[in-house]
């Protein structure tokens, strides 16, 4: 499967944006979904992560209760709705896919996604 990123831009702080992650060449409900956010110099941080049922659900310490991950099936999308956002959270965003069973829950490292998208820019301006 072949992911794009989309949906990053300007935003003030307090503002919202809803990132988009197209899935295409690949059988969608197969696949287990991530994003990730890096800051230049630092490590890939997890921000979320959608498990194969559509429902269960994991996020990051630092994004817990104000950012969201969803998906559409039918569009064969992942979506990372963003609220309250803040100077601390201007990263690039990253998407992963993971389609392997047998790992344990939640998928919040790195090694444990096969797929990645390019990335889209998040700034948010105090």
């Known amino acids: 499967v072949q992911l794009q990123a989309s949906g990053g831009g300007l935003v003030q702080a307090g503002g919202s944006l809803r990132l988009s992650c197209a899935a295409s060449?690949?059988?969608?409900?197969?696949?287990?979904w991530g994003w990730f956010r890096q800051v230049p110099g630092k490590e890939r941080e997890f921000a979320a992560a959608?498990?194969?049922?559509?429902?269960?659900?994991s996020y990051g310490g630092s994004v817990k209760g104000r950012f969201r991950i969803s998906k559409d099936s039918a569009k064969k999308a992942t979506y990372l709705q963003m609220n309250s956002l803040a100077p601390e959270d201007t990263a690039v965003y990253y998407c992963?896919?993971?389609?392997?069973?047998?790992?344990?829950?939640?998928?919040?490292?790195?090694?444990?996604?096969?797929?990645w998208g390019q990335g889209t820019q998040v700034t948010v301006s105090s």
């Open positions: 959608l498990a194969w049922d559509g429902a269960t659900t």
């Open positions: 992963a896919g993971r389609r392997a069973h047998g790992s344990s829950w939640p998928f919040s490292e790195e090694y444990q996604y096969e797929t």
């Open positions: 060449g690949g059988i969608f409900g197969d696949y287990a």
